[in-house]
């Protein structure tokens, strides 16, 4: 979660429903900011590493002028302004499910962002 109230990002618990094959997170509970802006956002990154390897990761977000500066962002992309909270999830390999994070998997979430 890169939190725009905290500074840094962090791993945080993130409740999800089941719908046979896929689940989905409870999106609401971890993105602040639900009285400004209700809707959340979503987006798909694919990310291709030195070693031809493709990781895929989903972006859930809000962007708000309301929301409140987003200073994470800010400090890992050179300054760039970001209103509201952003959450990023792991793709399995099978494509069909978010999975959990793996300790090294942080490099590549600010790589992501930053792009």
């Known amino acids: 979660l890169y939190c725009a109230i905290e500074g840094r990002s962090r791993l945080v618990y993130a409740p999800s429903q089941c719908g ?3 689940n989905f997170p409870c999106m609401d509970t ?3 900011g639900w009285e400004v802006q209700r ?3 979503g987006a798909e990154v694919s990310l291709i590493d030195r070693n031809g390897q493709t990781h895929g990761f ?5 962007n708000h002028c309301r929301l409140p500066m987003n200073n994470t ?5 050179n300054g760039r302004r970001w209103r509201g909270d952003l959450a990023v ?8 499910r978010l999975v959990n994070l ?5 490099t590549l979430t600010n790589f992501v962002l930053k792009k």
């Open 89 to 96: 999830f792991r793709i399995a390999v099978s494509g069909t």
């Open 73 to 77: 962002v800010a400090r890992l992309c």
């Open 102 to 106: 793996r300790n090294h998997d942080s």
């Open 30 to 32: 971890i993105l602040g």
């Open 39 to 41: 809707h959340i956002h």
């Open 20 to 22: 046979g094959m896929r």
């Open 58 to 62: 989903f972006v859930f977000f809000k």
